[in-house]
């Protein structure tokens, strides 16, 4: 619960704390890149007093013109003859003031571009009609047919003029000429520019005496001109510079201007002709304006620091926040790819465009070829000037990068990607040879598109010849993309080509490595690869036979321990058997026939001793855990010591042995004791089942890399057809009765087998070949 | 009274048909059923030779062998029905002096009781009469200078050519000697094929000395390569 509200607040303090350092950023940005600097303008803003703000000055200088106009008759230019000059660098932006106060509605902005306000003023200087069209801009335009020589005109629209500032009394003016005042609207005030005295309220006057200018402000002059020239910088517009003098007319003229210290808004009801009017009170505005930039900037620094504390506040609850980002990324993953993307671009489009404005410009410009870097600088103002959509496309690109950054795939959870994903789960239903050649079916009908749009291409070229020039265009750009689709779509099917072939690759060499025997490797190749299914098919035979292999190999260990611990059971009482059975033979005085009875005992327990050692043995080889002693030694002299050590009971059979084993040694590697007991049971063996009166062949041969020994004798009895004589238990006679353990042939097999020999038993009508093989070493 | 022998099984009848074995051949008998019993009984009697078995309750035979052999240097054979030689060399190297596998031959452990005890009982003497020119090993000694072999200390009456064979591995234990050499330096003549004729000496030679010549212990075959007097302690 702690965690979750941890994030909640984590994640609010960022969103908040972000929002507000972007906008307030965004407006600091907008604000600063005016046309002053921004140094300058946050002075001024800061100024306590309005007078000593260029604005003021600028003011106080346009009326000191339009007075000096309107004493010598000459054309009243006014505000409107500067801006003009300011057109080209910067009018959008020239007033920044004039834009606040047109959105508060009641700015002076109106009064240099609408016709609606001060009318009579606009009028006044020189009939001028401004024409401010929807373009932001106005055009430098109609003039009246007006003659600006004429003395007469002049004197009407200095007479208009006066009519309408006169009753703005936050200036005091006298404007006198050739010594008589010619306006004033200042009767039945002290005010005197000559003896630089104003009337109470009023702490500024300026008084120029014909050739300069002298100003008083609280009782203090003004230093006017410093050095005496006029620079950009200067900061009074006025003649009197030793580069900025007057002629002669203007030597007879004085003008005599005070404002007021605190300056009012002035109405005027005129209702005879009109309703109440705001009059022109432009150092009203000066001063209302300065106050209200004053707090924006106040407003400005404190959302700037609330967002630095909030975003502080999320920084200690990183953590936290990220839990946050993961649970949108949840729900924004849930949304379509198309959708998010349609959303962004239009947000994008939304803040590039949405004036469209500077688009016209731009385009127009290219259009005239005049195209400059500085129109991106443009641009970016103008993306400024809407700080809630900057703002917005920062939120939603965040969320567009979260959703990124936390979800895998993003792009899978859309319109296309479903579609896709379904047709490739159709697909991989398909067998395999059908799923391969499926694939090549959207690359057909991509060509066959092609070559239609080709086709109606030619048609509409050949049948308008060339003059349907926009249909033809279209159709040659589909061309294009196809084709471009087509390519893509090829290199798309040579990597999964090339894939398949390296799937295959890896199951062809699988198939080898379990044949080989290697049951333990696994492969694995990408889970939606063609192969995938025959690969999967393959791992499971191979596990099947490694289970078969282990089932086998355990079952054989707990049959060697059986076997080693039954024989070891009877190992115990036939101790005591065969101990009795002696003391039995020890025992004097029996009768003839129980003394027959204790050595038919005595014979049967020896055997059954014989048995369980050789079962136990047998057992063991079959598994593979017979110890054996590797050595070099020779097969011949093996065989002829074999053939020595049995020659009692060779010459007590009534059988011959024939021999031809080589005198030069034949060595072989094997465990020499082992292999005794292979040739011994193998002579045994045809000792007890031979013909009496036949011969048995003992034979060794080499190749020179294979030792062969054979053992060849004729059975006594018929040798039954499909027998493997080397099973256990197995014997020619199924009824047991010859004394045989049936083991003698197993064990010489196993024992040769774990010498790393090869024994095979052959029978060829009567007679019975055992053959041992042995790789020869030199 | 040729000598005291402890009998040691869980398999009561076994132990009684040794020890009726024993009696006959003169011997004094004291059975034990366990290990534990088998201790208090060498603490009783004069024992001088044990048979024990390695299976058994409460103390089994292996355990039993050391225990004794902290204190006494008396022979001891283990019975056992395990025949690996793994099992074999465990029980020798736990103190046994000779191991035998059940089922055994009652004629060869009577032999081999024999043979022990003599060897214990008189092992004064054969220091007494160390001769310089005397080979022994294990069971068998051999005079050189006499050119006469002993086993357990009793003359073994050999032929001629017995005695060469002998005499020539007896001087060269563990050494193994293709039978052509053996007929080389005995019959001091070439030989073709002389395997049969070396194998019917060595077999007369065997049923003189061995306690079991079906299972030899001294003269031995190294198949593939030839034969060898096996070397014992």
Redesign the interface.
């Given at each position: 619960m702690a965690t979750k509200w941890k994030s909640i607040i984590s994640f609010t303090a960022f969103f908040l704390g972000i929002t507000l350092l972007l906008s307030g950023v965004i407006d600091s940005v907008y604000l600063l890149s005016s046309r002053t600097s921004w140094k300058a303008q946050i002075r001024e803003a800061f100024e306590e007093d309005y007078q000593n703000t260029g604005e003021f000055r600028r003011q106080m200088a346009d009326y000191l013109e339009n007075f000096l106009g309107m004493a010598t008759g000459g054309p009243l230019w006014g505000n409107v003859y500067r801006e003009y000059y300011g057109y080209y660098d910067d009018y959008t932006y020239n007033n920044m003031e004039g834009v606040y106060a047109v959105e508060s509605g009641t700015g002076d902005w109106s009064w240099n571009f609408s016709e609606e306000y001060p009318n009579e003023v606009a009028e006044a200087i020189g009939g001028y009609s401004s024409d401010y069209d929807e373009y932001g801009g106005y055009e430098y335009g109609d003039l009246e047919d007006s003659d600006y020589s004429s003395k007469e005109e002049n004197k009407k629209r200095a007479e208009r003029y006066h009519n309408a500032i006169k009753d703005d009394k936050n200036i005091l003016y006298k404007i006198t000429y050739n010594d008589g005042t010619v306006y004033t609207n200042a009767e039945g005030t002290e005010l005197d520019g000559a003896g630089m005295t104003a009337p109470k309220d009023y702490n500024f006057l300026m008084y120029f005496d014909g050739n300069t200018v002298k100003m008083r402000k609280d009782g203090k002059d003004i230093d006017v001109y410093k050095d005496g020239y006029y620079r950009d910088d200067s900061d009074w517009y006025v003649p009197g510079y030793k580069n900025f003098t007057v002629d002669e007319e203007t030597q007879k003229a004085t003008v005599t201007i005070a404002a007021a210290k605190s300056p009012k808004l002035y109405i005027k009801g005129d209702y005879a002709k009109d309703s109440s009017k705001q009059l022109y009170n432009r150092l009203y505005w000066i001063e209302y304006n300065q106050r209200s930039q004053k707090g924006r900037f106040l407003a400005l620094a404190a959302s700037l620091a609330l967002g630095i504390v909030l975003i502080a506040v999320y920084l200690i609850l990183r953590k936290d926040k990220k839990r946050a980002d993961r649970w949108i990324a949840r729900i924004t993953g849930k949304i379509w790819y198309e959708v998010k993307l349609i959303l962004l671009l239009s947000a994008l489009g939304l803040v590039l465009f949405h004036s469209g404005y500077w688009w016209d410009d731009f385009f127009m410009r290219i259009q005239f070829g005049e195209f400059y870097p500085g129109i991106f600088q443009e641009l970016f103002r103008e993306m400024f000037a809407w700080t809630g959509g900057v703002v917005g496309l920062f939120w939603i690109i965040y969320l567009f990068v979260n959703d990124h950054r936390c979800n895998q795939k993003v792009w899978k959870q859309s319109i296309c990607g479903h579609i896709a994903e379904a047709f490739r789960a159709a697909d991989l239903k398909l067998p395999f040879q059908r799923r391969v050649v499926h694939r090549y079916i959207p690359l057909i009908a991509v060509t066959g598109v092609l070559i239609l749009l080709s086709g109606a291409s030619l048609l509409i070229f050949c049948l308008a010849g060339g003059y349907e020039i926009v249909p033809l265009l279209v159709l040659m750009i589909l061309v294009v993309l196809g084709a471009v689709l087509l390519v893509y779509m090829q290199m798309n099917y040579m990597k999964k080509n090339e894939r398949l072939m390296l799937d295959t690759g890896i199951l062809i060499d699988q198939i080898k490595t379990v044949r080989d025997g290697a049951i333990t490797s696994e492969i694995q190749v990408q889970p939606d690869s063609d192969l995938a299914g025959a690969v999967q098919d393959l791992n499971d035979i191979r596990k099947g036979m490694d289970t078969a292999v282990k089932e086998q190999i355990k079952s054989e260990r707990m049959k060697v321990e059986l076997v080693s611990n039954v024989s070891?059971d009877i190992?115990?009482p036939?101790?005591?058997?065969?101990?009795?059975v002696?003391?039995l033979k020890?025992e004097d005085g029996l009768p003839d026939y129980i003394r027959d009875y204790v050595q038919i005992l005595d014979s049967k327990?020896q055997k059954l001793?014989e048995m369980v050692?050789d079962v136990?043995e047998v057992s063991k080889a079959a598994s593979g855990q017979l110890?054996v002693e590797i050595e070099a030694?020779?097969?011949g002299?093996?065989l002829?010591?074999?053939?020595?050590?049995m020659?009692?009971r060779i010459a007590d059979s009534r059988i011959q042995v024939k021999t031809d084993i080589p005198?030069e040694e034949i060595m072989i590697m094997?465990d020499?004791?082992r292999?005794?007991r292979v040739f011994q049971n193998l002579l045994q063996n045809a000792l007890q089942y031979s013909l009496d009166g036949s011969r048995i062949y003992v034979n060794l041969k080499t190749d020179g890399s294979v030792a062969v020994a054979s053992v060849k004798n004729t059975s006594a009895s018929e040798i039954p057809a499909d027998v493997n004589f080397t099973e256990r238990f197995t014997r020619g006679d199924s009824s047991r009765t010859d004394g045989g353990s049936g083991l003698g042939l197993s064990i010489a097999k196993s024992f040769t087998e774990a010498c790393g020999g090869r024994m095979t038993v052959e029978t060829i009508a009567d007679l019975f070949v055992v053959t041992v093989e042995f790789p020869q070493i030199h | 009274m040729n000598g005291c022998v402890l009998v040691v099984d869980d398999d009561k009848e076994i132990v009684k048909a040794i020890s009726i074995l024993l009696e006959k051949e003169g011997y004094t008998v004291q059975k034990a059923y366990d290990g534990l019993e088998a201790l208090q009984k060498i603490a009783e009697y004069p024992v001088q030779l044990i048979l024990i078995d390695v299976m058994m309750p409460k103390l089994d035979g292996l355990s039993a062998v050391m225990k004794i052999r902290e204190k006494k240097n008396l022979p001891i054979i283990v019975l056992s029905a395990k025949s690996e030689n793994t099992d074999k060399v465990l029980g020798l190297s736990m103190g046994a002096d000779d191991y035998v596998t059940k089922p055994y031959d009652p004629q060869e452990l009577v032999a081999r009781v024999r043979s022990h005890l003599r060897r214990y009982t008189s092992l004064g003497d054969i220091h007494a009469s160390v001769v310089s020119s005397e080979i022994f090993n294990g069971r068998l000694s051999y005079r050189t200078d006499e050119r006469v072999l002993y086993a357990d200390q009793e003359p073994v009456k050999l032929t001629a050519t017995e005695t060469k064979i002998v005499d020539l591995l007896m001087r060269n234990l563990g050494r193994v000697f293709p039978a052509e050499e053996i007929y080389r330096r005995v019959w001091e003549e070439e030989a073709f094929a002389p395997e049969n004729t070396v194998m019917v000496h060595i077999r007369r030679i065997r049923e003189k000395i061995e306690l079991n010549p079906k299972e030899p212990e001294y003269i031995k075959v190294v198949w593939g390569i030839g034969y060898k007097m096996e070397k014992h302690h």
């Open positions: 070891h190992k115990t036939l101790t005591s058997i065969i101990s009795y002696e003391l020890q327990s001793k050692q136990f110890p030694l020779d097969l002299k093996l002829r010591q074999t053939l020595a050590d020659s009692e005198e094997a020499g004791q292999l005794y | -």
